[in-house]
Protein backbone atom coordinates (compact mmCIF):
# COMPACT_ATOMS: atom_id res chain seq x y z
CA UNK A 1 0.00 0.00 0.00
CA UNK A 2 1.66 3.27 -0.80
CA UNK A 3 2.62 5.43 1.66
CA UNK A 4 0.83 9.71 1.94
CA UNK A 5 2.74 11.38 -0.56
CA UNK A 6 3.07 15.35 -0.58
CA UNK A 7 3.59 17.40 -3.51
CA UNK A 8 6.02 19.49 -3.98
CA UNK A 9 8.72 18.34 -1.39
CA UNK A 10 10.10 21.68 -1.78
CA UNK A 11 8.82 25.03 -2.58
CA UNK A 12 10.39 28.89 -2.87
CA UNK A 13 8.62 31.34 -2.74
CA UNK A 14 8.51 35.19 -2.28
CA UNK A 15 6.57 37.55 0.41
CA UNK A 16 3.02 38.32 -0.76
CA UNK A 17 2.66 35.43 -3.01
CA UNK A 18 0.31 32.44 -2.47
CA UNK A 19 1.46 28.81 -2.49
CA UNK A 20 -0.86 25.91 -2.49
CA UNK A 21 0.48 22.18 -1.33
CA UNK A 22 -1.28 18.71 -1.91
CA UNK A 23 -1.23 15.84 0.00
CA UNK A 24 -2.53 12.07 -0.73
CA UNK A 25 -3.63 9.72 1.37
CA UNK A 26 -3.14 6.58 2.22
CA UNK A 27 -5.72 4.75 0.10
CA UNK A 28 -8.92 4.14 2.10
CA UNK A 29 -7.86 6.81 4.54
CA UNK A 30 -10.93 9.86 5.19
CA UNK A 31 -8.98 11.79 6.99
CA UNK A 32 -6.14 13.98 6.68
CA UNK A 33 -4.66 16.47 9.10
CA UNK A 34 -2.03 19.20 8.40
CA UNK A 35 0.78 20.59 10.48
CA UNK A 36 3.22 23.39 10.81
CA UNK A 37 6.78 22.69 11.71
CA UNK A 38 9.27 25.70 12.87
CA UNK A 39 12.18 25.56 14.82
CA UNK A 40 10.63 27.95 16.96
CA UNK A 41 7.37 27.04 17.44
CA UNK A 42 7.64 23.12 17.20
CA UNK A 43 4.58 21.47 15.61
CA UNK A 44 1.59 23.05 15.32
CA UNK A 45 -1.69 21.58 14.02
CA UNK A 46 -3.51 23.66 11.22
CA UNK A 47 -6.31 21.65 10.45
CA UNK A 48 -7.88 18.35 9.77
CA UNK A 49 -10.39 17.26 7.50
CA UNK A 50 -12.69 14.14 7.18
CA UNK A 51 -15.16 13.18 3.81
CA UNK A 52 -14.44 16.58 2.72
CA UNK A 53 -15.41 18.68 5.86
CA UNK A 54 -13.15 20.65 7.47
CA UNK A 55 -13.70 19.04 11.41
CA UNK A 56 -11.16 20.80 13.66
CA UNK A 57 -8.81 24.48 12.92
CA UNK A 58 -6.12 25.36 15.01
CA UNK A 59 -4.92 28.55 15.94
CA UNK A 60 -4.08 29.86 12.64
CA UNK A 61 -5.00 33.45 10.94
CA UNK A 62 -7.21 33.14 7.80
CA UNK A 63 -4.30 33.66 5.26
CA UNK A 64 -4.43 29.03 5.77
CA UNK A 65 -7.29 27.59 4.33
CA UNK A 66 -7.78 23.59 3.03
CA UNK A 67 -10.26 21.70 1.49
CA UNK A 68 -10.62 18.16 0.68
CA UNK A 69 -11.82 16.33 -2.37
CA UNK A 70 -14.06 13.51 -2.96
CA UNK A 71 -11.20 11.10 -3.42
CA UNK A 72 -9.65 12.39 -0.30
CA UNK A 73 -6.89 14.36 -0.82
CA UNK A 74 -6.13 17.39 0.44
CA UNK A 75 -5.00 20.95 -0.58
CA UNK A 76 -3.45 23.76 2.00
CA UNK A 77 -3.16 27.26 0.27
CA UNK A 78 -1.46 29.89 2.41
CA UNK A 79 -2.11 33.48 0.60
CA UNK A 80 0.47 36.63 1.23
CA UNK A 81 2.77 34.63 1.95
CA UNK A 82 4.98 36.16 4.91
CA UNK A 83 8.91 35.05 6.23
CA UNK A 84 7.21 33.35 9.22
CA UNK A 85 5.08 31.02 7.12
CA UNK A 86 8.53 29.31 6.16
CA UNK A 87 8.08 25.78 7.75
CA UNK A 88 7.65 22.19 6.83
CA UNK A 89 4.73 21.41 6.33
CA UNK A 90 3.10 17.93 6.98
CA UNK A 91 0.18 15.98 6.35
CA UNK A 92 -0.75 12.77 8.08
CA UNK A 93 -3.53 10.49 7.17
CA UNK A 94 -5.65 7.86 9.05
CA UNK A 95 -8.89 5.79 8.59
CA UNK A 96 -10.84 7.75 10.58
CA UNK A 97 -10.78 9.10 14.51
CA UNK A 98 -9.90 6.70 17.95
CA UNK A 99 -6.57 5.22 18.10
CA UNK A 100 -6.49 4.92 14.25
CA UNK A 101 -2.80 5.43 13.84
CA UNK A 102 -2.06 8.46 11.76
CA UNK A 103 0.17 7.97 8.86
CA UNK A 104 2.53 11.04 7.82
CA UNK A 105 3.95 12.27 4.60
CA UNK A 106 7.28 13.40 3.81
CA UNK A 107 6.21 17.10 4.37
CA UNK A 108 6.65 19.99 1.56
CA UNK A 109 9.87 22.51 2.74
CA UNK A 110 8.66 26.05 2.22
CA UNK A 111 10.69 28.44 2.16
CA UNK A 112 9.73 32.36 1.76
CA UNK A 113 11.99 35.28 0.56
CA UNK B 1 -6.56 23.30 26.12
CA UNK B 2 -4.21 20.46 26.48
CA UNK B 3 -0.16 20.83 26.94
CA UNK B 4 2.58 18.91 26.65
CA UNK B 5 6.16 19.01 28.11
CA UNK B 6 9.35 17.28 27.05
CA UNK B 7 11.84 19.12 29.11
CA UNK B 8 15.04 17.09 27.55
CA UNK B 9 16.15 19.16 24.79
CA UNK B 10 18.60 17.10 24.18
CA UNK B 11 20.09 13.22 25.45
CA UNK B 12 22.56 10.65 24.25
CA UNK B 13 23.33 7.39 24.77
CA UNK B 14 25.93 5.18 24.29
CA UNK B 15 25.05 1.72 21.84
CA UNK B 16 22.77 -0.92 23.36
CA UNK B 17 22.75 0.90 26.77
CA UNK B 18 19.09 2.03 27.52
CA UNK B 19 17.67 5.52 27.50
CA UNK B 20 14.83 7.01 29.25
CA UNK B 21 12.65 9.79 27.68
CA UNK B 22 10.43 12.39 29.84
CA UNK B 23 7.38 13.83 28.69
CA UNK B 24 4.27 15.45 30.70
CA UNK B 25 0.95 16.56 29.97
CA UNK B 26 -1.73 18.71 30.77
CA UNK B 27 -5.17 17.97 30.10
CA UNK B 28 -8.26 18.19 32.30
CA UNK B 29 -10.24 15.02 30.07
CA UNK B 30 -10.11 11.39 31.60
CA UNK B 31 -10.03 9.44 28.36
CA UNK B 32 -6.98 10.46 25.58
CA UNK B 33 -4.42 8.81 23.64
CA UNK B 34 -0.62 8.89 24.27
CA UNK B 35 2.17 8.50 21.30
CA UNK B 36 5.47 8.91 20.84
CA UNK B 37 6.94 9.64 17.11
CA UNK B 38 10.16 9.68 16.18
CA UNK B 39 11.35 12.04 13.20
CA UNK B 40 14.57 11.44 11.24
CA UNK B 41 17.22 13.56 9.27
CA UNK B 42 14.71 12.43 6.54
CA UNK B 43 11.53 14.40 8.52
CA UNK B 44 9.61 11.38 7.99
CA UNK B 45 7.12 10.93 11.15
CA UNK B 46 7.37 7.75 12.69
CA UNK B 47 5.27 6.34 15.21
CA UNK B 48 6.85 4.25 17.55
CA UNK B 49 4.31 3.50 20.01
CA UNK B 50 0.78 4.40 21.56
CA UNK B 51 -1.04 4.06 24.67
CA UNK B 52 -4.86 4.47 25.48
CA UNK B 53 -5.13 6.46 28.82
CA UNK B 54 -7.68 3.87 30.12
CA UNK B 55 -5.46 1.17 30.31
CA UNK B 56 -3.41 0.70 33.00
CA UNK B 57 -0.75 -1.48 31.63
CA UNK B 58 2.55 0.32 29.72
CA UNK B 59 2.71 -0.27 26.04
CA UNK B 60 5.54 -2.54 24.50
CA UNK B 61 6.81 -2.48 21.24
CA UNK B 62 10.03 -4.99 21.05
CA UNK B 63 12.78 -2.65 22.35
CA UNK B 64 10.54 0.32 23.13
CA UNK B 65 8.29 0.30 26.45
CA UNK B 66 6.52 2.95 28.12
CA UNK B 67 6.22 4.54 31.91
CA UNK B 68 2.73 5.86 32.23
CA UNK B 69 1.56 7.63 35.39
CA UNK B 70 -1.98 8.84 35.10
CA UNK B 71 -2.24 10.43 38.37
CA UNK B 72 1.08 12.43 37.78
CA UNK B 73 0.29 13.05 34.07
CA UNK B 74 3.34 11.28 32.90
CA UNK B 75 4.48 9.26 29.59
CA UNK B 76 8.24 8.25 29.65
CA UNK B 77 10.27 6.43 26.68
CA UNK B 78 12.26 3.48 27.70
CA UNK B 79 14.98 2.79 24.93
CA UNK B 80 16.72 -0.63 25.70
CA UNK B 81 19.48 -1.98 23.45
CA UNK B 82 19.84 1.71 21.71
CA UNK B 83 21.06 0.97 18.31
CA UNK B 84 22.39 4.10 16.00
CA UNK B 85 19.55 3.66 13.65
CA UNK B 86 17.46 4.97 16.86
CA UNK B 87 19.03 8.53 16.77
CA UNK B 88 16.58 10.77 15.95
CA UNK B 89 14.16 13.89 17.13
CA UNK B 90 11.49 11.97 19.34
CA UNK B 91 7.74 13.57 19.72
CA UNK B 92 5.75 12.95 22.33
CA UNK B 93 2.07 13.31 21.72
CA UNK B 94 -1.21 13.99 22.74
CA UNK B 95 -4.46 13.27 21.09
CA UNK B 96 -8.09 13.78 22.77
CA UNK B 97 -10.42 10.55 22.79
CA UNK B 98 -13.43 13.08 22.10
CA UNK B 99 -13.74 12.56 18.52
CA UNK B 100 -16.80 15.32 17.92
CA UNK B 101 -14.27 18.14 19.34
CA UNK B 102 -11.10 16.93 18.76
CA UNK B 103 -10.91 14.34 16.22
CA UNK B 104 -7.32 13.38 15.26
CA UNK B 105 -6.16 16.42 16.15
CA UNK B 106 -2.29 15.94 17.92
CA UNK B 107 -0.95 18.22 20.54
CA UNK B 108 3.34 17.45 20.23
CA UNK B 109 5.74 18.53 22.78
CA UNK B 110 9.15 20.52 22.11
CA UNK B 111 10.99 17.16 21.23
CA UNK B 112 13.80 15.51 22.34
CA UNK B 113 16.77 15.39 20.34
CA UNK B 114 18.35 11.80 20.89
CA UNK B 115 22.06 10.84 19.66
CA UNK B 116 23.44 7.37 19.83
CA UNK B 117 26.78 6.97 20.37
CA UNK B 118 28.87 3.95 19.09
Known amino acids: KAGVTQTPRYLIKTRGQQVTLSCSPISGHRSVSWYQQTPGQGLQFLFE???????NKGNFPGRFSGRQFSNSRSEMNVSTLELGDSALYLC????????????FGPGTRLTVL | AQTVTQSQPEMSVQEAETVTLSCTYDTSESDYYLFWYKQPPSRQMILVIRQEAYKQQNATENRFSVNFQKAAKSFSLKISDSQLGDAAMYFC???????????????FGEGTQLTVNP
Open chain 1, 92 to 103: ASSHRGGLNEQF
Open chain 1, 49 to 55: YFSETQR
Open chain 2, 93 to 107: AYRSALRETSGSRLT
